[in-house]
């Protein structure tokens, strides 16, 4: 009789505890996902708000809103498509505020040159609520907590560049699902792999162990 070793089968059941663990809370981010995705869709017809300040909070994206730069004291390019679906570089801009210090940035539009000058000091602008441009690295974000920055999408650019799409609900990811399906496969390989190779174990390999 062949004797099931113990510490790696152990090691074996954690680890595949571990994955379907994984796949369940994948599953339980889809139904917190598919929530937000319902708010921010009515968002886009909700009555038009000022930017928040702090410029924080997932619940306002897509909102109307609008906002008044002081003063310009940063400007940078980001890729991006304008609103007729042609790439090219989000022009952003960082104005110094009062209120909490934190910057407020706007995206003004599209332009063909990264190296592009809007012709932007300042004043109110208009458009909707989106997240500001987060380079954190995918295993930065898991330990990361800290919320993504607010910018405001403007609705009219400034002369010289392409307008700016509008609010787009295909853009906010939902694979969830798509992970959650490849933790339980992950487990079920895991887990026939390992059978697998108890059955190959011969009583002689079993009685050296």
């Known amino acids: 009789m062949t004797r099931i070793p113990v510490v790696p089968t152990l090691l074996v059941g954690l680890a595949v505890a571990a994955m379907i663990a994984l796949g369940v809370w994948q599953l339980e981010r889809r139904e917190q996902k598919e929530a937000a995705i319902r708010q921010l869709a009515a968002n886009i017809s909700r009555p038009q708000i000022a930017f928040p300040d702090p410029p924080f909070g ?38 110094a505020t009062g209120g909490s210090g934190a910057r407020l940035q706007i995206q003004l ?10 012709g932007f000091s300042g004043g109110e602008v208009r ?8 380079h954190r690295s995918l ?3 898991i330990f990361d907590h800290s919320p993504t920055p607010l910018m405001l999408v403007a609705d009219a650019p400034p002369a ?15 694979n969830h699902l798509a992970y959650a399906v490849q933790w339980f496969l992950f487990a ?15 009583p002689g390999q079993a009685r050296a162990s």
């Open 109 to 118: 539009g599209v332009s063909r040159g990264f190296d592009a000058k809007p």
């Open 127 to 134: 458009g909707y609520i989106s997240h500001a441009p987060d």
């Open 58 to 95: 997932d619940a306002m994206l897509f909102r109307r809103a609008t906002a008044t730069c002081p003063r310009v004291v940063g400007q940078r390019s980001e890729g991006g498509r304008s609103a007729d679906g042609a790439f090219g570089w989000r022009q952003i801009v960082e104005c």
């Open 139 to 141: 295993l930065a974000g």
């Open 188 to 202: 079920t390989v895991a887990a026939i792999i390992y059978a697998l190779a108890l059955r190959r174990r011969g």
């Open 160 to 174: 010289g560049l392409a307008a700016n799409p509008a609010p787009d609900l295909s853009a906010v990811p939902n």
